[in-house]
């Protein structure tokens, strides 16, 4: 599937270095619906999870069951929600800052429509999938909603921190298991969701293809792994 696409420049702020990872962010179904020039067979009901990903090498290892799912990874005074999104033997991670309300307004959404729709993009093209989630409003529960209650402070700068550190160890794909009964893992992708709160630090959206770059604002929080 091929994305419109347009040159732009990684623009600098003041702050900390730039540093390049891998991010995810929300994409409203409009403006994705219009990035992808309406060329779905599902279109999307409620915000798009996106991150950039090698496509090519995906398309060779995905296929067979696929799976959705939610948890929770402490961090250094805060939480972070992990969303898991697995085809075969391919899991995409996502991590996300429990105290943005933007993030929890899209899982009440996609709980709601029983759907999220995932989009994995690379140079304009992308992978799209509709996977369905096990919910019903108003009968089903879910741990993670106990931190619901950390929306009152704003930890936006030092979950992405802590994050960069986080994904760069590696931890995350040496300790997570597969949600799929009888399949093994053979790749992981971790990345980071970046809240709409800093989307202005980030150098270029992820449909303009390679990795986007973050320069994040000066942060009195620091996360370290121990």
């Known amino acids: 599937m091929k994305a419109k696409t347009k040159n732009s420049k990684i623009p600098m702020f003041d702050g900390m270095p730039a540093r390049v990872g891998k991010f ?10 219009m990035l992808m020039q309406n060329r779905m067979s599902r ?13 090519k090498r995906l398309r060779g290892l995905m296929g067979g069951k696929a799976s959705f799912g939610f948890g929770r990874v402490a961090g250094p005074g805060f939480s972070i929600l992990t969303i898991r999104h697995q085809v075969g033997p391919v899991q995409i991670y996502w991590l996300a800052d429990a105290s943005d309300p ?27 999938a509709v996977p369905e989630i096990d919910w019903t409003p108003g009968v ?13 402070r704003d930890m936006s700068v030092p979950f992405v921190e802590f ?12 300790q997570v298991t597969s949600d799929l009964e009888g399949i ?11 809240p709409e709160r800093l989307t ?17 604002p000066d942060s009195p929080v620091s996360g370290e792994l121990h």
């Not at 279109?43 to 496509?55: C, E, F, N, T």
């Not at 994050?163 to 040496?174: A, H, M």
Request: net charge negative; hydrophobic share 40%.
């Open 24 to 33: 995810g962010v929300l994409i409203p179904d409009a403006e994705f619906c």
């Open 43 to 55: 279109s999307p009901r409620g915000p798009v999870l996106s991150a950039s990903s090698k496509l």
């Open 102 to 128: 933007q993030i929890w307004t899209a899982i009440d959404t996609w709980r709601a429509n029983r759907q999220v729709p995932v989009a994995l993009l690379e140079n304009g093209e992308a992978i799209y």
């Open 140 to 152: 089903s529960t879910s741990g993670i909603d106990e931190f619901r209650s950390e929306c009152g």
């Open 163 to 174: 994050c960069l550190v986080l994904t760069k160890s590696g931890i995350i794909e040496r």
């Open 184 to 194: 093994k893992l053979s790749h992981v992708e971790v990345n980071i969701l970046i």
């Open 200 to 216: 202005q630090y980030v150098g270029a959206p992820l449909s303009m293809g390679g990795p986007p770059v973050i320069v994040l």
